[in-house]
């Protein structure tokens, strides 16, 4: 009998352990995939917070990426403010700043070190991301 | 009629009854009434720009569509319905189709695009727009604007804020124009739809290089 029990023992065991196996497989994929692609990170609050933008004056991200997307959106709505989203390469605005309302959204070819900003035409919560 | 009989009867009374009523409930092949399923307003069959077939200008080069890549699959437009609506900068500007929404993307002339992405029922009052401001060249209150507009509208009007107003023609259901601050709009039967544009603000002017 707990011959029995130790054989059923190790057969849970080696279908847990073949389980294991094949959910660090998938999550390795998947890490890969991920690596292999760009990524959306949130800027200006990075811990993805609301931000109180004061009206124009451009919350930036902390670095420089390799900026592909930058999306920055009013949360609280309706509000008249129009959201502008652009980027400065080593300090100076590098092409124009997009606008909207709800939301901005400037794309960017990839290939310049940008760093991201998002203003507002009236002070607003506003929340940023960017894709890089 | 004995009681046994009348019990027979009333048994065989009521397997007729049953047995209708099965009948009755099986030859019953009609559905039953159901209210009408709204369908989702669809940017393709509520534009005109996106029943036009598609000509040489509407494929996408390739380069743009890795650019607009992240917004498309984030709004869920269909790049391969795009049709292109107006030159700029040497490239074009796009209207894009989503299953419930309208992109709107202008070549920013330095790199990439401006985009902007509303339901259909925004796109059609008018308040899907996009601009881009502190480009090179542009001076105070200077704003390039792109502007959905719903079938029917031929032109928008653009009011600065000095007073002067402007017709901008609008075709595949775009208006796209350089104006200044102001508002922008068109007036339908459904009423007055104008949105207020900010052009280029001090503050980008003095930080451009």
């Known amino acids: 009998m707990i011959d029995h029990i130790r054989a059923v023992v190790v057969r849970v065991r080696r279908r847990a352990g073949v389980g294991l196996m094949l959910a660090g497989t998938t999550a390795a994929l998947a890490a890969t995939a991920g690596s292999a692609t760009a990524?959306?990170?949130?800027?200006?609050?990075?811990?993805?917070s609301y931000n109180g933008t004061p009206a124009w004056t451009i919350c930036f991200?902390?670095?420089?990426?390799?900026?592909?997307?930058?999306?920055?959106?009013?949360p609280y709505l309706p509000v008249t403010p129009t959201i502008y989203c652009g980027a400065r390469l080593s300090g100076v605005d590098y092409g124009g700043w997009s606008g909207g309302n709800p939301s901005c959204d400037h794309a960017y070819g990839g290939g310049n070190l940008l760093k991201a900003g998002e203003y507002v035409s009236v002070a607003a919560t506003t929340h940023g991301s960017i894709t890089y | 009629m004995t009681i046994k009989r009348i019990?027979?009867?009333?048994?065989?009374?009521?397997?007729?009854?049953?047995?209708?009523?099965?009948?009755?409930?099986?030859?019953?092949?009609?559905p039953p009434a159901q209210p009408p399923t709204p369908v989702a307003a669809d940017a393709t069959s509520s534009f005109a720009v996106f029943q036009r077939p598609a000509n040489s200008g509407d494929v996408m080069p390739p380069v743009t569509r890795r650019i607009l890549a992240d917004t498309a699959a984030r709004e869920g437009a269909d790049l391969d319905g795009a049709r292109a609506v107006a030159a700029s900068a040497g490239r074009s500007v796009w209207a894009i189709?989503?299953?419930?929404?309208?992109?709107?993307?202008?070549?920013?002339?330095?790199?990439?695009?401006?985009?902007?992405?509303?339901?259909?029922?925004?796109?059609?009052?008018?308040?899907?727009w996009v601009t881009l401001v502190g480009l090179p060249g542009q001076k105070l209150g200077d704003v390039r604007i792109a502007q959905f507009v719903p079938d029917g509208v031929d032109a928008v009007i653009a009011q600065g804020d000095d007073g002067?107003?402007?017709?901008?023609?609008?075709?595949?259901?775009?208006?796209?124009?350089?104006?200044?601050s102001g508002t922008?709009?068109?007036?339908?039967?459904?009423?007055?739809?104008?949105?207020?544009?900010?052009?280029?603000?001090?503050?980008l002017l003095s930080s451009a290089g």
């Not at chain 2, 019990?7 to 092949?29: H, K, Q, Y």
């Not at chain 2, 922008?184 to 503050?203: C, E, L, M, N, W």
Request: charge should be negative; proline fraction near 4%.
């Open chain 1, 39 to 48: 990524a959306t990170h949130d800027y200006c609050n990075w811990d993805g």
């Open chain 1, 61 to 74: 991200q902390s670095g420089d990426n390799w900026l592909t997307n930058n999306h920055a959106w009013l």
């Open chain 2, 7 to 30: 019990s027979l009867s009333l048994v065989a009374a009521g397997l007729c009854v049953a047995g209708s009523v099965a009948v009755a409930s099986g030859d019953d092949v009609t």
């Open chain 2, 97 to 128: 189709p989503g299953p419930n929404k309208v992109c709107l993307a202008i070549p920013d002339p330095v790199d990439g695009f401006g985009i902007n992405c509303a339901d259909v029922a925004t796109a059609k009052s008018g308040r899907l």
């Open chain 2, 164 to 180: 002067k107003g402007r017709t901008i023609t609008a075709s595949d259901n775009v208006a796209f124009a350089d104006v200044t």
């Open chain 2, 184 to 203: 922008i709009g068109f007036s339908d039967g459904f009423g007055d739809h104008r949105v207020r544009v900010d052009g280029t603000p001090k503050a």
